[in-house]
């Protein structure tokens, strides 16, 4: 069995986590937490297969050529899947500005000035007693102009600025990590979505075949009451009966209008109408059949628990970066050019040139408040990834666990409902004939009908559900985003 321990992770990448300790102020003892992971998902039948659902490609994954197309719509204009790469396209720069802090900074300077000193100063009373060439006597003012190039670096003895960009490198990865998460919800939302169009759309031609059902119950009853046999009582419960159903029939097309715009939102386009497969074929959909692999292999394929394991490396390595703070400091400065108090003397060699070079130990002495808090900072935020990647790794395994029992269960009360439509479906017909030869009343015939209509809803919605556990357990799976 594996299991996860505080500071121990990494099935995915192997890697070994200790909060880093620091001399200077000792943060308090991480809490010992663990995640077990199981051995199975507790179902028999699937999990046994060394394959994996989640290895296959979305576009081998669904079958629906419409489906297909309206997923790879969504994956080209979704707004929030480009703002998240965006995301990834700060994260890069970040990686830049860090490695930049490594190399030497460069630049070219250009000065000009001028500096009038009192006479009775010691720099005054120097320069009036000064010839700056035989007969020639220090300017008053003294203009000053130079042309020089100069380096700063700052040497990383504590491998701070390389730790700094390790981490930004791993926060990069975790918001490509982030993406494929990204993706593989978006996926699973326009099949949600595209299925329960579906489903709607069968659901109005159950209503309109009930509506014309009633209707021809509503006309034997009216041919009854006129012979005698029936009453107007009859013949309003059977009106209403149809004003109901007409009713239900504008609240679909509603629900259909707003699930249209949803897809549409998910695709960024503004709305039209969505282009799918027959209503008439839903019920005969099977879902796509459903291999979950081995537990392990969870942790390789669900970007979310890879994205998690990122930031917390990252975190690690912000930890190493505050506790260097603590060190002195090596910075080395350097410069070359030209200086003269005229222009026409600035190439005049060897007395024009400058140059200097020189180094800076500083270190922290008194008053690290500053220093301290963030080295504590950074601890606890490595506490807060590492709790959310036991988070994470749970939850993973929670949600793969839940949809392949609904997967079982949603296939046994399939059938049940089926058996009872079929037998409502024949209670209707017998109904009709024992009322058209007066054998039962209308209360009767009223009561079939609403069965039959409620019990075929309500299939169309099991098998919705059917269809939208095995989109939802791909997904979990980790499918979806290569």
């Not at 190399?103 to 500096?115: F, H, K, N, S």
């Not at 209403?240 to 629900?255: G, N, W």
């Not at 024009?352 to 002495?365: E, N, Q, R, T, V």
Request: overall charge neutral.
């Amino acid at each position: 069995m594996y299991k996860f321990k505080s500071y121990q992770y990494g099935i995915a990448l192997g890697i070994c986590l200790t909060v880093a300790g620091c001399k200077a102020p000792a943060p308090e003892a991480a809490p010992t937490t663990s995640t077990p992971v199981p051995e199975s998902f507790g179902i028999t039948a699937q999990t046994q297969d060394s394959n994996n659902t989640s290895a296959l490609q979305w576009k081998d994954y669904f079958k629906d050529q419409n489906l297909v197309d309206l997923i790879d719509v969504a994956l080209k204009n979704n707004q929030e899947l480009n703002i998240t790469l965006q995301e990834i396209e700060i994260a890069k720069n970040d990686i830049r500005v860090k490695k930049g802090l490594l190399l030497p900074t460069v630049g070219v300077r250009a000065g000009a000035g001028v500096e009038k000193v009192g006479r009775y100063t010691s720099q005054g009373a120097g320069d009036a007693t000064t010839e700056i060439k035989p007969g020639v006597e220090t300017p008053d003012p003294l203009g000053d102009f130079t042309i020089s190039a100069y380096a700063n670096w700052e040497v990383d003895i504590w491998k701070k600025l390389r730790n700094s960009k390790k981490a930004a490198l791993n926060r990069y990865l975790a918001t490509v990590e982030g993406k494929n998460f990204v993706i593989t919800n978006l996926i699973a939302e326009v099949a949600d979505s595209y299925y329960e169009l579906m489903a709607l759309d069968t659901q109005l031609d159950i209503v309109n075949q009930t509506i014309k059902l009633q209707t021809n119950a509503l006309e034997i009853v009216k041919i009854q009451k006129q012979a005698a046999r029936a009453t107007e009582l009859g013949v309003k419960k059977f009106e209403a009966e149809v004003l109901t159903s007409r009713s239900m029939e504008f609240d679909i097309r509603q629900q259909i209008k707003e699930a249209e715009n949803k897809i549409n939102f998910l695709l960024g386009r503004y709305p039209q109408e969505i282009k799918r497969t027959t209503s008439t074929n839903f019920l005969s959909l099977l879902p796509a059949a459903v291999s979950s692999g081995i537990p392990s292999q969870l942790l390789a394929n669900r970007p979310d628990v890879k994205q998690a394991e990122l930031e917390l490396v990252a975190a690690k390595l912000d930890v190493k970066v505050a506790r260097a703070e603590f060190y002195p400091s090596l910075d080395i400065s350097a410069a070359v050019g030209v200086n003269a108090f005229k222009p026409s003397y600035l190439f005049t060699f060897p007395e024009s040139i400058l140059y200097s070079l020189a180094g800076d130990l500083a270190a922290p002495l008194i008053n690290r408040n500053a220093i301290k808090a963030e080295f504590a900072s950074a601890n606890a935020r490595q506490l807060q990834a590492l709790y959310n990647y036991d988070r994470t790794v749970l939850n993973a395994y929670l949600e793969v666990s839940n949809q392949l029992s609904k997967i079982e269960n949603l296939q046994k009360g399939y059938d049940l409902k089926s058996q009872q439509v079929d037998a409502l479906n024949t209670s209707i017909d017998v109904s009709n004939d024992l009322f058209k030869s007066a054998r039962v009343d209308y209360f009767e015939v009223l009561m079939t009908q609403r069965d039959a209509l409620e019990a075929k809803l309500e299939l169309v919605d099991t098998k919705k559900e059917q269809l939208n556990a095995a989109v939802h357990v791909y997904r979990d799976l980790g499918g979806g985003w290569k």
